[in-house]
Nanobody, 126 residues
Framework: QVQLVESGGGLVQAGGSLRLSCAASGRTFSSYAMGWFRQVPGKEREFVAALSWSGGSTYYADSVKGRFTISSDNAKNTVYLQMNSLKPEDTAVYYC???????????????????WGQGTQVTVSS
């Protein structure tokens, strides 16, 4: 079992930056693949970024490539999502997710993850 708690969301103007944090507790954090997803009301949960359990591979949705960066600090059991050049369409609730065994083809699917945080709201004003 692993527990995830997101923080860092808020209101920012278009073009601004935010850094989301996801603090993990429970089993060995470094053994888990970690992902960030987002969701707006009435739409399905959307993949944003993922980090392999070894930290050696990162994956990004096309819509955020070059603007968002996923990283981790294993000493702090925390994964981050640095979001730059934010756009109004980035407005959503952002969720952190974790999974112990995840094949590469599932990094971008919410179905691949068993553990989820409660979400943090990100609002980008135009």
């Amino acid at each position: 079992q692993v527990q995830l708690v997101e923080s860092g969301g808020g209101l920012v103007q278009a073009g601004g930056s935010l850094r989301l944090s996801c603090a993990a507790s429970g089993r060995t954090f470094s053994s888990y693949a970690m992902g960030w997803f987002r969701q707006v009301p009435g739409k399905e949960r959307e993949f944003v970024a993922a980090l392999s359990w070894s930290g050696g591979s990162t994956y990004y949705a096309d819509s955020v490539k070059g603007r968002f960066t996923i990283s981790s600090d294993n000493a702090k059991n925390t994964v981050y999502l640095q979001m730059n050049s934010l756009k109004p369409e980035d407005t959503a609730v952002y969720y952190c997710a974790a999974e112990l065994i995840l094949t590469a083809n599932l990094y971008g699917s919410p179905l691949g993850y068993d553990y989820w945080g409660q979400g943090t709201q990100v609002t980008v004003s135009s």
